[in-house]
C-alpha cells in the first residue's frame, strides 16, 4: 500500500469487458461507414488557442507553459468542446468531405448522461443540404444500431404532441404551464428568456418521448437556437438545425452550416454576451475560424454525435458510467 | 453560512430552504445539447420527513443547512418533556413527545443516543439499533413451549408493549430492533 493510502477499489473500471467489445465494435463500424462513404478521417487539436463561443457551453482552458522563450507560448489553450473549429478550418482548406472520432470536453457536465470528458463522432459532407444531412444520420443510425430509418418530425409537431404547446408562439407562462400540468417541477429561477423554458419543456416533457421504436431527427429550430446553422432561406424564424433521438435519448446535432463570416461573428458576440448576463465570463472570438469562413468554406451539412451515448443504446445501458472503463470520478 | 453551488449538487447533501432543513436524496443533471443546464433535485425535510421536488439551473446556490449529530444520554422525562444530555458538553437538551415520536418506547434512563441538531436546536433522536427491555407484565407462558410462532403481547419496563412469543416470562429481558420495532431476542430470563 503506498504511504497514506487507504485499499479502495476505485481503481476498477466502471464498464464491463462485454460492453467495452461492444463499444470497440462499433468504433470500427464507424470508421468504415464513413470512410466506405469517401469521408477522410482527420485529427485537430484537442488542446487549442480558440474555442467555440457558446453562452451554454463551458470549455476547460489549460495554462500552457511551453518554455520555449516565446511569450506566446505561456498563453491559455482551450480544451475542445467539439472539434467544430478546426474540422471547419481543414474543410476550407482541403474541400473535401470529413469525418473524426475524437474527444471532447464540458466543465460541469456529470450526469447518468453526461462525463465531463467523452467521445466525439463528427463529419462534414460537402455539398450536402439539410435533407441530405438528415438522410446520412438516419443512415448511420440505422447501420450502427440497426434501427429502422429514422422519422422526421418538425420542432413545433413534436412540442405540440408531447407538451400540447406551440413552441414558436407560446408564452412563459403558457409553456410553464404546459409543463405543471404534466407534474413537471416549475423551475422557478429561470430566466425569462423563451429559449431557457422551451429547453425545459423539451428536456422534460418531449425528449422522452422521442424515437422510440424508430430513431426521431426533430428539425426546425427557433432561429434564435441556430447556433452555427443557415436560417431557413424562405423562412428566417426557423434555422436549418436537426437533432437525432433514440429511445428517448438525444444522440446527435446537425446543422446545414453557416458559410457567413460575419453572421457568425454577430453570433459569437450575442453568445458572449449572454454569457456575461448570466455570469460567466466571455470567450475569444475564433478568429482563425472566421478567417477560414472569409477565405471560403464550402456548402455543407455538419454533424456531431455523442458516442458515448450511442453505445449505451446498443448495450442497452441507463448509466454513462457502463458504457466508458474510468468515468470522471474514477479518472 | 455556507453555500453550495449547483456544480457541487449531490445526493446526500444537506440543504436549507424556506429556513427548513432538507436532505437531498435524488440529483439529476438534464441537458440538452445546446441549451441551458437543469438540475432536478428530490429533497426530504429532515424535520417532517415530507417530500418536495425542485428544478434548478446552472449558476443556482442553495444555503448549507447548519445539521450536526452529537451522542447524547438520555436522563429523564418531565411531563411531556423528554431530557437529554450532550455526552461531550453536558449540555442538557430538551424534546417535544412529539419530536421524539415513537422512540418513548425503548428510552431507559442513561441510554446513549445520537440526536440531530438543526442551528443548534434538538429536531430529532435515535436510540441504538438494538435494545434490551425487562418485562413488567405479560399472561403466563406455556411451560416449555419454545416455538417462536405463537406470540403475546408484553408490557416492558418504559410502560410500551410489543409483541413477543409466548414462552416469554415476567422479569425477563427482551432485545428489540429500534428501527422495526420487532422483538429479536430473550436476553435473560
Known sequence: ?331 | MAVYKTSEFRKGLKVQIDGEPYLMIEMNFVKPGKGNALYKCRLRNIIRNTVLDRTYKGGDTLEAADIQEIQTQYLYKQGTTFVFMDNASFEQYELSAEQVDDNWKYLKDGMVCSMLLYNGNPIAVTPPNHVELKVEYCEPGVRGDTATNVTKPVKVETGAEFVCPSFIEMGNVIRIDTRTGEYVERAST
Open chain 1, 1 to 331: 500500500m503506498i504511504d497514506g493510502g487507504q485499499l479502495s477499489n476505485d481503481w476498477r473500471p466502471t464498464a464491463r469487458l462485454d460492453r467495452l467489445r461492444r463499444r470497440a465494435e462499433l468504433l470500427r463500424e464507424t470508421r468504415a461507414f464513413f470512410t466506405e462513404r469517401g469521408f477522410l478521417e482527420i485529427e485537430t487539436p484537442v488542446l487549442s488557442r480558440e474555442t467555440i463561443v457558446d453562452r451554454h457551453l463551458d470549455p476547460l482552458s489549460v495554462r500552457c507553459d511551453m518554455e520555449t522563450g516565446d511569450a506566446s507560448d505561456s498563453a491559455r489553450g482551450w480544451l475542445q468542446t467539439s472539434p467544430e473549429l478546426g474540422m471547419k478550418r481543414a474543410l476550407a482548406a482541403y474541400g473535401v468531405s470529413l469525418f473524426q472520432v475524437t474527444r471532447a470536453f464540458r466543465a460541469g457536465e456529470v450526469g447518468v448522461r453526461h462525463n465531463p470528458e467523452f467521445t466525439m463522432v463528427e463529419w462534414y459532407e460537402v455539398g450536402a443540404g439539410i435533407d441530405a444531412g438528415i438522410e446520412r444520420l438516419s443512415q448511420y443510425a440505422e447501420r450502427l444500431l440497426g434501427r429502422p430509418p429514422a422519422r422526421r418530425v418538425s420542432y413545433a409537431d413534436a412540442f405540440q404532441a408531447h407538451a400540447g404547446i406551440n413552441p414558436h408562439r407560446a408564452t412563459i407562462e403558457a409553456m410553464a404551464e404546459a409543463g405543471s400540468r404534466l407534474g413537471k417541477t416549475v423551475p422557478e429561477s429561470l430566466p425569462r428568456d423563451p429559449d431557457a423554458w422551451r429547453n425545459w419543456l423539451l428536456a422534460e416533457c418531449v425528449e422522452p418521448h422521442l424515437g422510440w421504436g424508430e430513431p426521431a431527427i426533430v428539425w426546425g429550430y427557433p432561429a434564435s437556437q441556430a447556433a452555427l446553422a443557415r436560417l431557413h432561406p424562405d423562412d428566417p424564424a426557423v434555422a436549418e438545425r436537426f437533432e437525432l433521438y433514440v429511445d428517448g435519448v438525444e444522440l446527435a446535432n446537425g446543422y446545414h452550416e453557416l458559410l457567413d463570416a460575419n453572421e457568425l461573428a454577430a453570433r459569437a458576440r450575442s453568445q458572449n454576451r449572454a454569457r456575461e448576463a448570466g455570469g460567466k465570463t466571455g470567450l475569444p472570438a475564433p478568429n482563425r475560424l472566421l478567417n477560414a469562413m472569409r477565405a471560403g468554406m464550402p456548402s455543407c451539412a455538419g454533424v456531431a454525435l455523442g458516442f458515448d451515448r450511442l453505445v449505451m443504446i446498443a448495450t442497452g445501458s441507463t448509466d454513462i458510467r457502463e458504457v466508458m472503463a474510468f468515468p470522471w470520478d474514477r479518472a
